[in-house]
């Protein structure tokens, strides 16, 4: 999950005013440990538009994705006053800062006019411009059907291991128990990838689990640590993390060849049982035009040609037969 920023101030009256309307609100004695983001609950709870714009940058205009789509500060906005909140409560799953700077992710449950609670994750970004912190990024997910972590302990990542190794044992494991590997590449620093880890460990995914040897590839701080390990398999970083590979084992008790790729080829530790068609019945290959070839011509006439002396030759010479 990216980070992102922004801010807007609230004078004392307003937020006293706030705290005042209902018990849900941050108050005084409930802060999230970061002011600026205290004020900008307050404007919400408040309903200033006025007040709440002024969180977010204009210059860099802040940057604002929601449910994965890009958005801006306006619709932001507009989403948050639309709840009507009667008060919101923040539970800080990560808060870091910096002088000049700082980001946040939490998880927000909003009361609203009927009673009921809303559910939002946000990961926001904030500089301090001038004399004012302001939103300069932000990334929120709403109402989340995945359970969402609390805090970003856990050392899905660990720094010291040797993701080479890890998946040779993997490999080895896989191939012994008839698993698949399932590898995932991402971060410490990544809330999706905690919010995925929890999802890994649900009673409801175990037997899907089970299936799989899962490693955790970290990407490091700067997430280009075993960049190697991901074009090996192929896997494009380019729209975040965490990413997904999936490989098979190469281990099979039984694999069918045909004769003529076996020429000349030794495969130690496999015994050869040459099958016929009089021990099985022949395997067919059909051929045909599909409806949506974009060069049906060409399609009938390769068709024209399989069936044609010509290529009954070759296919004979390989050990198939024609209809």
């Known amino acids: 999950m990216k980070n992102g920023f922004r801010y807007s101030l609230l004078t004392g009256a307003l937020l006293l005013a706030s705290i005042a309307q209902t018990g849900w609100a941050q108050s005084a004695s409930k802060t999230t440990g970061f002011d600026p983001l205290d004020r900008w609950v307050g404007a919400i709870v408040a309903g200033d538009a006025e007040v709440l714009k002024n969180f977010y940058s204009s210059d860099p205009p802040a940057q604002v994705e929601v449910n994965g789509i890009m958005r801006g500060a306006d619709a932001d906005v507009r989403f948050w006053l639309g709840l009507k909140a009667r008060g919101m409560n923040l539970e800080i799953v990560r808060l870091k800062q910096r002088p000049g700077a700082g980001s946040v992710i939490f998880k927000a449950e909003v009361r609203i006019a009927s009673g009921e609670t809303v559910n939002v994750t946000d990961s926001q970004g904030w500089r301090q411009q001038g004399d004012q912190w302001r939103i300069v990024g932000a990334e929120r997910t709403d109402a989340p059907h995945l359970t969402q972590p609390s805090d970003m302990k856990k050392n899905i990542y660990p720094p010291e291991a040797d993701a080479?190794?890890?998946?040779?044992?993997?490999?080895?494991?896989?191939?012994?128990?008839?698993?698949?590997?399932?590898?995932?590449?991402?971060?410490?620093?990544?809330?999706?990838?905690?919010?995925?880890?929890?999802?890994f460990h649900r009673p409801d995914f175990a037997a899907v689990m089970a299936g799989y040897e899962v490693?955790?590839?970290?990407?490091?701080?700067?997430?280009?640590?075993?960049?190697?390990?991901?074009?090996?398999?192929?896997?494009?970083?380019?729209?975040?993390?965490?990413?997904?590979?999936?490989?098979?084992?190469?281990?099979?008790?039984?694999?069918?060849?045909?004769?003529?790729?076996?020429?000349?080829?030794?495969?130690?530790?496999?015994?050869?049982?040459?099958?016929?068609?009089?021990?099985?019945?022949?395997?067919?290959?059909?051929?045909?035009?599909?409806?949506?070839?974009?060069?049906?011509?060409?399609?009938?006439a390769f068709i024209d040609y399989c069936g044609s002396e010509a290529a009954r030759a070759v296919w004979a010479k390989y050990g198939f037969e024609t209809n």
Not at 172 to 199: M, Q
Not at 216 to 239: C, E, I, P, T, W
């Open 215 to 300: 490693v955790h590839v970290d990407l490091g701080d700067d997430g280009k640590k075993n960049a190697d390990v991901a074009r090996q398999f192929d896997v494009s970083l380019d729209k975040g993390i965490p990413a997904l590979a999936v490989a098979e084992s190469e281990q099979a008790d039984a694999v069918f060849v045909y004769k003529t790729d076996l020429a000349g080829v030794s495969l130690p530790g496999f015994e050869v049982f040459p099958v016929t068609t009089e021990d099985a019945p022949p395997i067919f290959y059909t051929a045909s035009v599909s409806r949506q070839s974009k060069n049906p011509a060409q399609a009938h």
């Open 164 to 199: 080479h190794a890890e998946i040779k044992e993997a490999e080895e494991k896989a191939a012994a128990g008839h698993r698949r590997i399932l590898l995932v590449f991402g971060a410490n620093w990544c809330y999706d990838c905690h919010v995925l880890d929890l999802a």
